[in-house]
Each structure stands twice: as structure tokens, then as C-alpha cells.
């Protein structure tokens, strides 16, 4: 599926993106402190045969995120930790995440109307039950980014994944997770469609 917006167009990931890739990767690499983002061909053609098999055994759906204005690649996104419960065609709960933003992307629109975009097809299109979003602990900037999205703070998951930050090899993260609920999807609707559209 493609999600079209005035500032952001998610693609379906493939392995042609990979250059753009790497160019919205390499622009400036000091906000990817606490994640894990490829810098080199080999590497991202790595990150995403492995999210492309993800994909294809239901586990997530990958974007290439690309500005609406120019069609450039500026990074990427995905729906991510996917759950069926009650023998639907569409997941019942997904998490958006697996972001990251060139640093010519960032603090712009564009990750907020990504966002938009995920939660409306998301609640609109699939009836979700609910939507993740988590972030290591530690990260404040995402952390303040996903409450700015509308998202309520449920708890810190102690030692729940690998930690992504360089140096950290083998050890496990606190990551704060945060979610969107059905009856909340209306009024986080209508903020995002605000700061968005005015």
C-alpha cells in the first residue's frame, strides 16, 4: 500500500530504495544515538532483505518515507510487532516505529504527517484496538515527539529489547511505551489534523 499526504508519501519498501537510503542516512548521523540506522549499502541492503522477509510472514510493513514536495527518500518507517487475535484479515493492534528522518527531515511535517497517515489507516481501514509506540527510556527527544503525536504514556518495560545504542552490545533497555486507543483516535485525529492542516 502507498499513504499519500501534502508533506509525505509512504512507499512500499524495496531494495531500489536502498542509495536513497543510505544518502538520507549519512546526511548527519548525531540524532541516531539511541537507534540503530544503517550508513552503508551493504548494511541497509541487509536491514531491509530482513524487513521485506518480515514482511512477507505478516511481522510488519515497511515504508520508504519520501517527501511529498520533491519524492525524495528521507528515510523510513514501518508498522511493526503486528498481532491478530480474533481471525481477522486486518492485525487487531500494530506499533509504528523503525523511524528514522534524514536531518533535513527532521523537525519538519513530515514525521508528524507520516504518523497521521499510519493512525488513520490504521483505525480507519483496519479497526485496530490499539497502537504502540515505544522508544528507549533514556531517548527524550522521541519521547516528547511521541506525546506531541497524541500518544498516553503506559509505563517503563524494563530490560525488554536489545539496546541499539552503539557500545551497548548485549545488553537489554528499558523502553517507555506509549499507546493511542480506539476512543481516543477521534480527538488525537483532530489535533494532528490541526498542527497539520490548520
Known amino acids: 500500500m502507498t499513504l499519500s499526504g501534502p508533506y509525505t508519501t509512504l512507499t512500499?519498501?524495496?531494495?531500489?530504495?536502498?542509495?536513497?537510503l543510505v544518502a538520507a542516512a549519512t546526511e548527519n548521523r548525531s540524532t541516531y544515538t539511541m537507534?540503530?540506522?544503517?550508513?552503508?549499502?551493504?548494511?541497509?541492503?541487509?536491514?531491509?532483505r530482513h524487513l521485506l522477509v518480515e514482511r512477507d510472514t505478516r511481522l510488519c510493513v515497511p515504508f520508504s518515507t519520501r517527501s511529498t514536495q520533491t519524492?525524495?527518500?528521507?528515510?523510513?518507517?514501518?508498522?511493526?510487532?503486528?498481532?491478530?487475535?480474533?481471525?481477522?484479515d486486518e492485525?487487531?493492534?500494530v506499533e509504528?516505529?523503525?523511524t528514522f528522518l534524514s536531518e533535513s527531515a527532521q523537525r519538519t511535517p513530515i514525521n508528524?504527517?507520516?504518523?497521521?497517515?499510519?493512525?488513520?489507516?490504521?483505525?480507519?481501514?483496519?479497526?485496530?484496538?490499539?497502537?504502540?509506540?515505544?522508544?528507549?527510556?533514556?531517548?527524550?527527544?522521541?519521547?516528547?515527539?511521541?506525546?506531541?503525536?497524541?500518544?498516553e504514556f503506559e509505563g517503563v518495560l524494563r530490560r525488554w529489547q536489545p539496546s541499539l545504542v552503539t557500545g551497548e552490545q548485549g545488553l537489554a533497555r528499558d523502553s517507555a511505551m506509549y499507546s493511542?486507543?480506539?476512543?481516543?483516535?477521534?480527538e488525537v485525529r483532530e489535533a494532528l489534523e490541526h498542527r497539520l492542516f490548520g
Open 12 to 20: 512500499p519498501l524495496s531494495l531500489d530504495d536502498v542509495d536513497d
Open 35 to 48: 537507534t540503530y540506522v544503517p550508513d552503508t549499502i551493504e548494511l541497509m541492503s541487509e536491514q531491509v
Open 71 to 88: 519524492g525524495r527518500i528521507v528515510g523510513m518507517t514501518r508498522y511493526m510487532t503486528m498481532r491478530w487475535w480474533f481471525e481477522r
Open 91 to 93: 492485525p487487531d493492534a
Open 96 to 98: 509504528i516505529g523503525g
Open 112 to 151: 508528524t504527517d507520516a504518523k497521521y497517515l499510519m493512525l488513520r489507516h490504521a483505525f480507519d481501514q483496519w479497526s485496530v484496538r490499539r497502537v504502540d509506540l515505544k522508544t528507549d527510556a533514556r531517548n527524550e527527544r522521541s519521547r516528547r515527539a511521541i506525546e506531541r503525536i497524541g500518544a
Open 180 to 186: 493511542i486507543l480506539p476512543e481516543r483516535w477521534p
